[in-house]
C-alpha cells in the first residue's frame, strides 16, 4: 500500500487548497471521498469472492480426498472378500468332487422337530407348586 504520512496529507490539501480554491474543496473531497469508498467496496466484494472461490476447492479437495479413501476401503473390503470366498469355493468343488451332499441353507438346517406317535401327548416340564396344608 502507499505509506501517507500527515505532512504528506497537509501539502496535499494545501496543493488542493491552491488549485481547487475554497469554494471548490469540499464539493472535491466529497467527490474524493465516494470514489474512495466505490474502490474499496469494490475491493472488498473481489476479496470475498476470491475467498470464496478458495473454500469451494478446498471442498472439493477434500470430497475427491474422501471418495479417494473410500475407494481404497472398498478395494481392500473386496480384497479380503476375496481372499475368504477363494478357499470356501474350493472346499465346496472338493466336496462335489468327492460326491458330498451339499450342505443345506441356514434356514432349511435348523433343529429338527420331532413328532410324536399318535396318541401320545407332549410333555411340558412342569414348576412344582409348594404344598400346602388342606384349604
Partial sequence: MIEISFAKLVLL???ALIVLGPEKLPGAA???????RRVRSGWDSVRAEVER??????IKRAA??????AEAAQNEFRDGVQQVRQPV?????????AG?????SPEVASE??????????SV????????????
Wanted: no cysteine; charged share 30%; aromatic share 0%.
Fill in 64 to 69: 475427491r480426498e474422501a471418495a479417494a479413501r
Fill in 30 to 36: 466529497r467527490t474524493a471521498g465516494a470514489l474512495l
Fill in 13 to 15: 490539501a494545501l496543493v
Fill in 53 to 58: 472461490e478458495l473454500e469451494v476447492e478446498e
Fill in 100 to 104: 458330498a451332499p451339499e450342505p443345506a
Fill in 89 to 97: 469355493d474350493e472346499a465346496v468343488s472338493t466336496l462335489k468332487s
Fill in 124 to 135: 411340558e416340564p412342569a414348576t412344582k407348586e409348594p404344598a400346602h396344608g388342606g384349604h
Fill in 112 to 121: 429338527p422337530q420331532r413328532e410324536l406317535p399318535l396318541g401320545e401327548p
